[in-house]
Nanobody
Framework: QVQLEESGGGLVQAGDSVSLSCAAS????????LGWFRQVPGKEREFVAS????????PYEDSVKGRFTISRDNALDTVYLQMHNVKPEDTAVYYC????????????WGQGTQVTVLP
């Protein structure tokens, strides 16, 4: 059974840094693109960042470029999201996801972790 479990997040002040982790089990992560998404109530889930199996390709959503960094450790089956200079508009539930590298869509999702940024 595939499981993605996020950790980190919480309540922070604007300008702080936040680190999120997502541990995967039940799959061979090096065969998957790993990504982070976020969602606020009343809005659709949006893409934040993703990372290819090798780590060479890391697209970001425009509003987080230069502030967030995605990375992965295939040996630990873990993907990370380092968030710097966070803003109130970064407040959301953050989800990690896995997409088999030949698939069109993300097929596995975590339960999410809340990040709340106070002004």
């Amino acid at each position: 059974q595939v499981q993605l479990e996020e950790s980190g997040g919480g309540l922070v002040q604007a300008g702080d840094s936040v680190s999120l982790s997502c541990a995967a089990s039940g799959l061979t992560v090096k065969s998957y693109v790993l990504g982070w998404f976020r969602q606020v109530p009343g809005k659709e889930r949006e893409f934040v960042a993703s990372i290819s199996w090798s780590g060479a390709i890391t697209p970001y959503e425009d509003s987080v470029k230069g502030r967030f960094t995605i990375s992965r450790d295939n040996a630990l089956d873990t993907v990370y999201l380092q968030m710097h200079n966070v803003k109130p508009e970064d407040t959301a539930v953050y989800y990690c996801a896995a997409k088999y590298r030949f698939a069109n869509q993300y097929g596995h999702w975590g339960q999410g972790t809340q990040v709340t940024v106070l002004p």
